[in-house]
């Protein structure tokens, strides 16, 4: 879809171990964003990259980290999953162009993390 | 801070009917405006949007209106199907740049057949 691919799709994971999340696209575009989906919030910010090894923080980053060592791959890592991670994770690309079809700003489909 | 919200977190239409969905902003700021739709499991998909230098924009049966004024959008959905029964989203961009996107907190629409 866009070819943007976010990996796993679903997971369960137990409090306190770490969790990687990886978004993959194949569009070359330049900015990368993590989001969170939570009843009652909507999608909010968690990091965002705007290059390769070029990172910021979003509304919601504490407990998470990223790394953006090539173009196509933006990881979100909980150090120590928690139960309040527990959500629906969207990664989405953006060329910048301020564009918003689907060649512009595109989301994935989600990978739904559940922590216990 | 600056915010995105929706007026109506839920609305029921008949089928054939039109659907208004509505979105007030707060950052005066804000020069881009995009409305998603969501549909259940899914990521949010690019319906349409609209620059802060227009005050409407149409598309194959959605049209987005901007009122600078009272810094307001909507999204008008003409002949609302089964099929558009879905989350609708409206994002602005925040900061020059990163080209962030802030959301509203989304309004379901469901089309009563």
């Known amino acids: 879809d866009a070819g943007i691919t976010q990996s796993p799709r679903h997971k369960v994971t137990e409090t306190g171990t770490p969790v990687t999340l990886r978004c993959h696209q194949t569009e070359n575009h330049r900015y990368m964003y993590w989001y969170r989906q939570d009843p009652g919030h909507g999608l909010r910010l968690i990091h965002y990259?705007?290059?390769?090894?070029?990172?910021d923080k979003g509304e919601v980053s504490d407990g998470y980290s990223v790394s953006r060592s090539k173009t196509e791959d933006f990881l979100l890592t909980l150090e120590s999953a928690t139960s309040s991670q527990t959500s629906v994770y969207f990664c989405?690309?953006?060329?910048?162009?301020?564009?918003?079809?689907?060649?512009?700003?595109?989301f994935g489909s989600g990978t739904r993390l559940t922590v216990v | 801070g600056e915010s995105v919200g929706l007026h109506l977190p839920t609305l029921s239409v008949q089928e054939g009917d039109n659907s208004i969905i509505n979105c007030a902003y707060s950052?005066?700021?804000?020069?881009?405006f995009i409305w998603y739709k969501q549909e259940s499991g899914k990521g949010p998909q690019f319906i349409i949007d609209i620059r802060s230098n227009m005050d409407k924009r149409q598309g194959q049966r959605v049209t987005v209106l901007l009122n600078k004024t009272v810094k307001h959008l909507s999204l008008q959905i003409a002949a609302t199907q089964p099929g558009d029964s879905a989350v609708y989203f409206c994002a602005e961009t925040s900061g020059a740049g990163s080209y962030q996107l802030t959301f509203g907190k989304g309004t379901k629409l469901s089309v009563i057949p």
């Open positions: 989405a690309i953006s060329d910048g162009s301020q564009s918003g079809s689907q060649h512009g700003y595109t």
């Open positions: 990259s705007y290059g390769v090894k070029d990172t």
């Open positions: 950052n005066s700021a804000s020069d881009y």
